[in-house]
């Protein structure tokens, strides 16, 4: 088992070029078809929740998490890495799902690659069941064919004990 640093998740809500940096660092090594640095920057400029995963003073993962009235969206969520499958994903995932509801979210909705098994196995852990299919949703890569997306849905009152049980 790989010792971990100690882990701590919060919501930040200003951005700066350091910040944005260490953020784009995190994508461009745990996605396929990462964002850019300005898809990043855009999240701190139109209000959405961004969670940010530290080991230690590194940031390893972060989640954006959109609310618009009683409705959150899953944007994104990524760790480094070489710090997948450790359980982290759970404590990001609680974070920003804690604040959603705190904005008044009561409803969270998302997409994932079909063939994203940890991705799946992590939402489903906090009751997102599958609500429909998106034929060729993610383009082709140079590197990687077009891919459908589930999208999944949950009802937040009923991932509140998850929620509580991976919080900080
Ligand atoms: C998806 C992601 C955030 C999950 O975080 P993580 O820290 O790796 O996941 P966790 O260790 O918390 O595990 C979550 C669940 O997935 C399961 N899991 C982890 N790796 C898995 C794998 N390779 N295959 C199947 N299930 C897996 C875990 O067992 C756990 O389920 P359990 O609690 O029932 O045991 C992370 O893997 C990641 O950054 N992936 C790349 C980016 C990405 O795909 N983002 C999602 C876009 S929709």
């Known amino acids: 088992m790989r010792s971990l640093g100690q882990i701590k998740v919060k919501r930040v809500r ?30 701190f400029e139109s209000g959405v929740i961004v969670s940010v995963l530290y080991e230690g003073r590194s940031i390893i993962g972060y989640a954006m998490v959109r609310t618009a009235a009683d409705e959150a969206e899953i944007l994104t969520i990524g760790i480094v890495r070489s710090r997948q499958g450790l359980g982290l994903g759970k404590k990001l995932l609680a974070h920003g799902l804690n604040a959603a509801m705190e904005q008044g979210a009561a409803v969270c909705f998302l997409e994932v ?27 082709a890569q140079p590197n990687h064919p077009a891919e459908d997306a ?19």
């Not at 589930?150 to 900080?168: G, S």
């Open 14 to 43: 200003k951005a700066n070029p350091e910040l944005l940096k260490a953020l784009f660092a995190v994508e461009l090594s745990a996605h396929v078809s990462p964002w850019t640095y300005d898809d990043i920057a855009w999240c």
């Open 113 to 139: 690659r079909v063939h994203n098994s940890p991705a799946i196995r992590l939402y489903e852990r906090f009751g997102f069941a599958k609500a429909g299919v998106r034929r060729n949703y993610y383009g």
């Open 150 to 168: 589930y999208t999944m849905r949950c009802e937040l009152k009923d991932a509140a004990a998850q929620i509580a049980a991976f919080l900080n």
